[in-house]
């Protein structure tokens, strides 16, 4: 995996495999290293509340590469706001990005993550996400999409503005109203600079492709994250961990049928290995669980109304 951040006119690139365990020390300068003038109380807040933002983050399964862009990110916006105070030249903030990876690989949940993060750093004063696709950006008639546009930008203000399957608003050539959308998003970007993030998401291969075809993007999203499919081991992880909150346990053969079942997944479909097949087999489990109950007619106990079996997860995928 190899990631590209630009700042101004430096770039500077991060690359390598992705390591099984994050461990963060405690000479981490952007974490851990407390203020000591008069709004040190103030800041030390900032601090724990980022503090806390980043242990959110490490808690997600996998995206091990990730985790590690956004610490420097983080660390490179903190770094920057103390040059500025101590009257030192700082680089300019171009905090745009493309996400890239298949569906249901955490972009959304990250994008939101990121939100709190930039908000905690000052970047941004509310950090929330509004999360949008074509159809919420793209009108019928000439001027009708620069409305939707501006109009989705400004309920973004302050936070971010994600853009799912962004490439799509590339797709129909030059007669098409994406290109009026990506227009009207530009603009935005530079009225809004200090008050606004964009992030563009999609499929690897089509953002590269809407990035070619659109090269005056290209320098204002230096941010490219790509976010792998999850392993087997990880999307377990995911499943146990979704169990968990839900208060469900699986039994021992039910264990083995959900390990079957995205192993078979893996094989049979390349865009697999996302979360959302996980949740799908998780939660398809619990209603056919309760299915099953309610043809006991008979008393039920907690372990009961906790435990799926192998027969509860069994069969195809929808």
């Known amino acids: 995996m190899k990631v590209k951040i630009w700042s101004g006119k430096n770039i500077r690139e991060s690359g390598g495999k992705v390591l099984n365990n994050w461990v963060r020390t405690k000479n981490d300068l952007a974490l851990q290293a407390i203020p000591r003038d008069a709004h040190a109380g103030e800041e030390a807040h900032q601090h724990r509340n980022a503090r806390e933002v980043v242990q959110e983050l490490d808690a997600l399964i996998g995206l091990q590469g990730v985790k590690r862009l956004i610490e420097e990110i983080y ?3 903190e770094i920057q706001r103390r040059r500025q105070k101590e009257k030192l030249v700082a680089e300019p903030l171009v905090l745009h990005m493309i996400f890239k990876g298949n569906p249901g690989t955490g972009k959304t949940t990250v994008a939101r993550i990121l939100g709190k993060l930039f908000k905690e750093a000052g970047v941004l004063p509310k950090g929330h996400l509004v999360e949008v696709e074509r159809a919420d950006l793209v009108g019928e008639y000439i001027g009708h999409t620069a409305q939707k546009t501006r109009d989705q930008i400004k309920k973004a203000m302050g936070g971010i503005l994600f853009i799912d399957e962004a490439y799509s608003l590339a797709r129909g050539g030059e007669k098409d109203f994406g290109k009026e959308a990506i227009d009207a998003m530009v603009k935005g970007m530079e009225d809004h600079r200090d008050n606004l993030i ?8 089509e953002m590269d492709w809407f990035i070619e075809v659109n090269p005056g993007l290209r320098s204002r999203f230096p941010i490219h994250i790509f976010f792998p499919d999850y392993s087997i081991r990880e ?3 995911i499943a146990d961990l ?7 346990i699986l039994s021992t053969g039910a264990r083995e049928e959900l390990r079957y079942i995205i192993e078979r997944e893996h094989k049979r479909h390349e865009r697999s290995g996302n979360a959302r097949m996980v949740r799908n087999l998780i939660e398809r489990g619990i209603r056919r669980q309760a299915v099953r109950l309610m043809q006991k007619n008979c008393a039920l106990n907690r372990n009961d109304l906790m435990t799926i079996v192998r027969a509860d997860l069994g069969g195809e995928m929808d």
Request: proline share 0%.
């Open 242 to 248: 979704m169990l968990q909150q839900r208060q469900y």
């Open 235 to 237: 999307l377990l992880a």
């Open 198 to 205: 964009l992030i563009l998401a999609g499929y690897q291969d």
């Open 75 to 77: 660390a490179f916006v």
